[in-house]
């Protein structure tokens, strides 16, 4: 297993892809071999749990607010179904994971209370002012939220990681957008340069809503980091960060819109 | 059978729920007995349930975009996510008749859009000022679709009937709505008079688009009033609008909005 710290340098050279953010991501810790009712007598590894399903809640739940939004901006009804399609199924996420909240004895409500004004600020900061930027912005979201899942299922219990797995299988309906993306910056090279920076800002705007997240919630951090079962490991969150940006940026270069 | 052609004296004298718009409409006609593939080899006949089904499949995106829009006004959490989940329902009877006009050979697309502007006009005139302003409206929006879905499935062919029914069976998820608004009015009972209002509005504002579409579409309004397969009654169709404002009536006064 290899950490790819250094983002910066991959965007221009595209590795084998074998090398994603996925493959490098650690390998489960002894958490993962325990299931949620041996790993919730941890008061500190349940709080973790409860914080982790109530930002992922929220971010589903905003998301859907904010791709039916954007819907607006589309030229065509059948572009705006395409979005509204991708608000739906982000919807049915949030259901999925608040009926787990409920199920483990958690206040859905009060579990999402505490990310609402990071996600809010996040998408407050990044509303598209076009169609094809709320089209990059769509999958943008959707790769880093994959790509975040998967990160996070290696550090939850067996039937935490179920269902943050399911929820990863439904994601990737933003395949759409990488075609009309890339048809619009062949009919207007110019256009790449834009959204690039748009992309850019994109991610510059989630990480630093992810910080403010995890400076204000110990619990959730300390597992993020894989400090609850084995021990902390503060740079950990950090390569983490690392791999999602690079996993990113290496994803904007394939669609021709080298950051 | 009988039909209720003064909506206006029964607000205040509610009947046995047996006579309700479901219950009045009329029989099947000659049409109900034929499938699909009978049914359209008569190009009117074809061409209105195109006209028939862009108009619900625009209702339903549009539907869903404004729910979406209106879980904003939400108060809690929760409370916006029972938009939202109504906001999704529809999104999926949308895909189930587009699906329907592809199946048939149709442009989904240009089957909508004779549709746009009325529908359009409908939200733009009908922006909800506050969460039970939203309420109401999803309650009434939901109640009248569901009318009008029973009323027009028996003009129609055995194939798209069952379409019809299907989208129908799976609508009624604004029951949520009745007990927030009711409740609202027992705390503070001038609500009522403000929400009756704007109930009487939503449904004048309904029924002077439903009139523009029926003016435009000349296919369309022909099945709705029996004409394709069963000679012209051009009455049948105020009888129709009479039947859905009166059930419309009723539901607001049990509601405590006695108009």
Redesign the interface.
């Known amino acids: 297993m290899r950490f790819m710290t250094t983002p910066d340098n991959a965007s221009g050279t595209p590795e084998t892809p074998a090398e994603t953010a996925a493959d490098a991501a650690p390998a489960p810790t002894g958490i993962a071999a325990q299931d949620w009712a041996q790993a919730a007598t941890d008061p500190q590894y349940r709080a973790a749990v409860v914080d982790l399903l109530g930002a992922l809640a929220?971010g589903e739940?905003a998301a859907?607010?904010r791709l039916?939004?954007d819907?607006?901006l589309a030229p065509?009804?059948?572009d705006?179904?395409e979005l509204?399609?991708m608000?739906?199924a982000e919807?049915?996420h949030?259901?999925q994971i608040?009926d787990r909240l409920t199920e483990i004895g958690a206040d859905?409500?009060q579990a999402?209370?505490p990310f609402?004004a990071a996600l809010d600020g996040f998408h407050k900061q990044t509303a598209p002012s076009d169609w094809l930027e709320g089209l990059v912005k769509a999958y943008v979201g959707d790769s880093i939220a994959s790509d975040f899942y998967r990160e996070v299922a290696a550090r939850l219990d067996a039937d935490t990681r179920q269902l943050v797995l399911a929820v990863l299988d439904d994601t990737g309906h933003a395949s759409f957008a990488i075609e009309k993306v890339r048809a619009a910056i062949d009919a207007e090279p110019r256009v790449g340069g834009r959204l690039a920076l748009w992309a850019r800002r994109l991610m510059g705007e989630a990480l630093s809503q992810s910080q403010r997240v995890v400076a204000d919630r110990d619990a959730l951090s300390m597992m993020l980091v894989g400090g609850v079962a084995d021990g902390f490991d503060l740079a950990e969150v950090g390569r983490m960060f690392s791999r999602i940006t690079e996993a990113h940026t290496k994803r904007m270069a394939a669609l021709g819109l080298a950051a």
């Open positions: 929220y739940l859907f607010e039916a939004e819907a607006k065509t009804l059948l705006k179904s509204a399609k608000a739906s919807f049915h949030f259901e608040r859905a409500a999402m209370e609402v």
